[in-house]
């Protein structure tokens, strides 16, 4: 097991569909090439719109669907404690191989369950994850990211749209199906931004929300 690597999810039959994630084979198949891709731009690029939304640090993070770690480890740059939830095993050993001086705790996970994690966290980042979901999984997805925020905490949603490869099975998701699952849930839209793919794919875009979780 990799360095940092946790094991704590590996009998949980609750994950046991993990390696069905939509995708999971396209990030498994392209992972070192995705890597170059995702490791090109800066967390500090991407998240630009959302940086003033972060809590001083320290503070609790989790990254899920993480990727090549991009995202965790600049976090734990900035002085957060982050724990970094991916399911696709190659993604993590890229991850790992790449960001293996940062202070990342990785965990085999997925949405909707996460059964991984044990909240609360102050700031939760979903980053190009959300439009993998299926319908039926979207609800169940945010009832469980907001039982893992602490009250007041934060959650960065972005979401891609616009055509991808067959094979990475992407969902179309409506900003307004997005938008009133939050609120339905208690987790109150702080910031919404539309803009264009920061990797230059034209017929591609994003919406990037800030929501965060309503105080008792
Ligand atoms: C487009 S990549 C984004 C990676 C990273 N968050 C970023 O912004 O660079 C999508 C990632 O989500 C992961 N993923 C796919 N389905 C998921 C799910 N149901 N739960 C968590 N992660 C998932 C994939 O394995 C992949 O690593």
Redesign the pocket.
Known sequence: MATGEASETGDDPSESGLRH????AY??RN?EW?AKR?ESLSFET?HQESLSFLPPAPARVA?????????AAALTERGYEVVA????AR?REVAQRLHADAPVVWLE????H?ACLNGPFDVL?????WM??AES?REP?MRRLHELLTPGGVLFL?V?HGPGPEE?QLFEVPDDETLDLARACGLRPVNVWEGADRLGRGQVCWTRLVLSRECA
């Open positions: 994630t939509r995708g999971s990030y498994a992972a995705l995702y991407v990254d899920i669907g993480a990727g090549t770690g991009r995202d939830v991916e399911p696709v993604m996970g997925a949405l909707p996460l980042l979903v980053s190009a994850v993998h979901l999984d997805a972005t891609r990475q």
